[in-house]
């Protein structure tokens, strides 16, 4: 397997990733206290914030229109 890229936008390490059901977003999840929404090409298509501290997880709801984090 190849590496197609490097997704840059978080400030510190990533704990966690997960792809949506059908592969359109991917959710990390970082120190920096954010989790961030990549589309497959690597654009940041949002930030969220509201962590007082690191993300550890993410995970996606069964239908991929929710994103949870802990």
Not at 43 to 65: C, I
Request: hydrophobic share 35%; no cysteine.
């Amino acid at each position: 397997m190849d590496l197609k890229g490097t997704l840059r936008g978080h400030s510190d390490n990533v704990r966690s990733f997960a792809w949506n059901h059908d592969g359109s977003l991917l959710a990390s999840g970082s120190d920096d206290g954010t989790v961030r929404l990549w589309t497959p090409d690597g654009q940041v298509k949002g930030t969220l914030k509201g962590h007082s501290n690191w993300v550890r997880f993410v995970a996606w709801s069964p239908d991929g229109e929710f994103v949870a984090s802990a």
